[in-house]
């Protein structure tokens, strides 16, 4: 199993705050998605990167994949309580199951 | 007009009891899963079908039994249910067996054993 390891595991902050998420392993992925998980339903998509020092970004969401394909990042520029969630990396090889990792708790107040 | 959908939604059985789980996809995806979401809600990988042929079997104990009848089906079935197979379980596809496309998810089961 290729272990992906989530910091912070919790995140409490105010609307209008910027954030960063990170996403680590020492083992090397074809692709790394980042999935948006609310309660009591399943894990949403929310972007594929697959080139080593790609950022993608999808609104105040800003995705970038490391050089060496270990690892990942997810910021947020002011934050809104609609980023609320559980927030899920995962590292994808060639014919396996996606590898999540343990995810990061996002709580935004107004 | 849902894309994976999985029922029931909620399953509170007593120890002991058999039980089912299914799902059901109508995007056209090859491939299929079963995870299993504990309580601090890691994700872990129990099963995969591709194509009605089961490609992944982890480490899980022989109480569970996947079946898909067809491409567009996997189903869960636990016997002889524990305490500890307390949980959320999510059934998800993709388009092939690569995830980069990435997965579609259910909205989950959660089972509860009493």
């Known amino acids: 199993t290729q272990l992906l390891e989530q910091s912070p595991q919790f995140l409490s902050i105010q609307e209008g705050e910027n954030l960063t998420v990170y996403c680590n392993s020492s083992?090397?992925?074809?692709?790394l998605q980042w999935y948006r998980q609310e309660p009591g339903e399943g894990p949403v998509l929310l972007v594929t990167?697959?080139?080593?020092?790609e950022v993608k970004k999808l609104k105040r969401l800003t995705f970038q994949f490391g050089d060496a394909r270990k690892d990942s990042s997810l910021h947020i520029t002011a934050a809104q309580p609609g980023d609320t969630g559980l927030y899920l990396c995962?590292?994808?090889?060639?014919?396996?199951?996606?590898?999540f990792g343990k995810g990061t708790s996002l709580l935004v107040t107004p | 007009d849902t894309a994976v959908s999985q029922t029931p939604k909620y399953l509170v059985t007593q120890m002991g009891n058999d039980k089912s789980i299914k799902c059901e996809q109508n995007?056209?995806?090859?491939?299929m899963y079963w995870y299993k979401q504990d309580s601090k809600k890691f994700l872990k990988i129990m099963f995969s079908?591709?194509?009605?042929?089961?490609?992944i079997n982890e480490t899980v104990p022989n109480r569970f039994s996947p079946k898909s009848p067809d491409k567009a089906h996997l189903n869960l079935h636990i016997n002889s249910l524990e305490l500890g197979d307390s949980a959320v379980y999510f059934c998800?596809?993709?388009?092939?067996?690569?995830?980069?496309?990435?997965?579609?998810f259910g909205s989950g089961t959660r089972l509860t054993v009493v």
């Open positions: 998800a596809s993709s388009p092939t067996t690569r995830g980069n496309y990435g997965y579609t």
């Open positions: 083992s090397v992925f074809s692709s």
């Open positions: 990167v697959v080139t080593g020092g």
């Open positions: 995962a590292g994808e090889n060639s014919g396996y199951a996606l590898n």
């Open positions: 995007l056209g995806h090859d491939t």
């Open positions: 079908y591709n194509n009605k042929e089961l490609i």
